[in-house]
C-alpha cells in the first residue's frame, strides 16, 4: 500500500512539475517562430540555452534523477544543481524578456517593461533579496523540518521545487544582465553581494558535509556536500566569467575616451 501511494505521489508530482517547463519550451519556440516570420532575427544560439535549460530542469524533476531524489539525498542534490543552478544560468542567457519584447506591439511592450519596473520586481530583482531568497531558502530547506516534511506533500514538494527554480533565477538574473532589468546596479555593487552568496553557498555545502540534515545518513550527506561544492564551483565560474566578461565590456568605451583626450 505504501509502495502503491509513493509510485501515485511521485507520478502526480512530476507531472505537475513537468507542465510549466513543457509549456514554457513550447512558448519560447512559438515566439521565435514568431518573430522570425515577421522578417526580425533572433540568435540560434539563444535557441539552444532555452531547450537545453529546460532540459536540465526536466531532468531534475523527472527520470532517474526525479525518481530516486526521494530516498537518496545524493541523488537529490544533483537535482538541485540541475534545477537551482544550471536550468536558470541557461534560461537567463536565453533572454526571453528580449524575445517577448520582440513579439509585441510598442504599446504592450512599454506596459511590459512598466511592470518590471514596478515595487514588488525592483525588491525581489535586487540582488541583496535574490541572494537570500536563493541561498537562505536552501539553509531553511536542509536545517528545518522542511525537507522531511515535503517528502510526505505533493503541493508542498512542488512549491519547493519551484521555489529553488524562480530563486535561482531571479538570483542570476540579478547578477548577469542579459534581459531588462528592473534597476541598473553597478557592477562593483553586484560582485561585492556575489561573492557573498558565492560563500554562503560554499559554507553551506560543508556544514552539510559535517552536519547531516535530519533523516540523512552520515555517508550520503558526505557525497552531496561534495557534489553541492564542487559541481556548484563549476557553474558558479562559468557564472563570474560572464559577470567578469561584462564587467570589461562595459569599461571598455570609458577607457577609450581617456585614450582619445590622453588621460591616464
Not at 49 to 75: K, S, Y
Not at 102 to 123: D, H, P, S, W
Not at 215 to 233: L, P, R
Request: a positive charge; proline letters at 4%; glycine letters at 8%.
Amino acid at each position: 500500500m505504501h509502495n502503491s501511494h509513493h509510485l501515485g505521489y511521485s507520478f502526480s508530482f512530476h507531472l505537475l512539475l513537468m507542465v510549466p517547463f513543457t509549456f514554457s519550451l513550447l512558448a519560447y519556440l512559438g515566439a521565435v517562430v514568431k518573430v522570425v516570420l515577421s522578417g526580425k532575427t533572433w540568435p540560434l544560439y539563444r535557441v539552444i540555452w532555452w531547450v537545453l535549460g529546460v532540459f536540465c530542469a526536466l531532468g531534475a524533476v523527472t527520470g532517474p534523477i526525479g525518481a530516486r531524489a526521494h530516498a537518496d539525498f545524493t541523488v537529490h542534490m544533483i537535482g538541485h544543481l540541475l534545477l537551482g543552478m544550471l536550468a536558470p544560468l541557461l534560461m537567463v542567457l536565453a533572454a526571453p524578456m528580449t524575445l517577448i519584447l520582440r513579439t509585441v506591439n510598442v504599446v504592450l511592450a512599454r506596459r511590459l517593461c512598466l511592470i518590471l519596473k514596478n515595487k514588488f520586481f525592483r525588491f525581489i530583482g535586487s540582488p541583496m533579496i535574490a541572494s537570500v531568497l536563493n541561498i537562505g531558502g536552501l539553509w531553511v530547506l536542509y536545517y528545518s523540518s522542511l525537507y522531511n516534511v515535503m517528502q510526505e506533500n505533493v503541493f508542498l514538494h512542488l512549491l519547493v521545487h519551484m521555489h529553488i527554480f524562480l530563486a535561482g533565477y531571479v538570483f542570476t538574473l540579478s547578477i548577469i544582465y542579459i534581459d531588462p532589468a528592473p534597476h541598473r546596479l553597478s557592477f562593483l555593487h553586484r560582485g561585492l553581494v556575489f561573492a557573498t552568496a558565492l560563500s554562503g553557498h560554499g559554507i553551506l555545502a560543508k556544514f552539510i558535509y559535517a552536519h547531516p540534515p535530519a533523516g540523512v545518513s552520515a555517508e550520503q550527506a558526505k557525497m552531496a556536500g561534495m557534489v553541492m561544492y564542487y559541481g556548484g564551483d563549476v557553474i558558479e565560474l562559468v557564472l563570474i566569467i560572464i559577470f567578469c566578461y561584462q564587467w570589461y565590456k562595459s569599461s571598455r568605451p570609458a577607457k577609450a575616451v581617456d585614450q582619445l583626450y590622453g588621460v591616464r
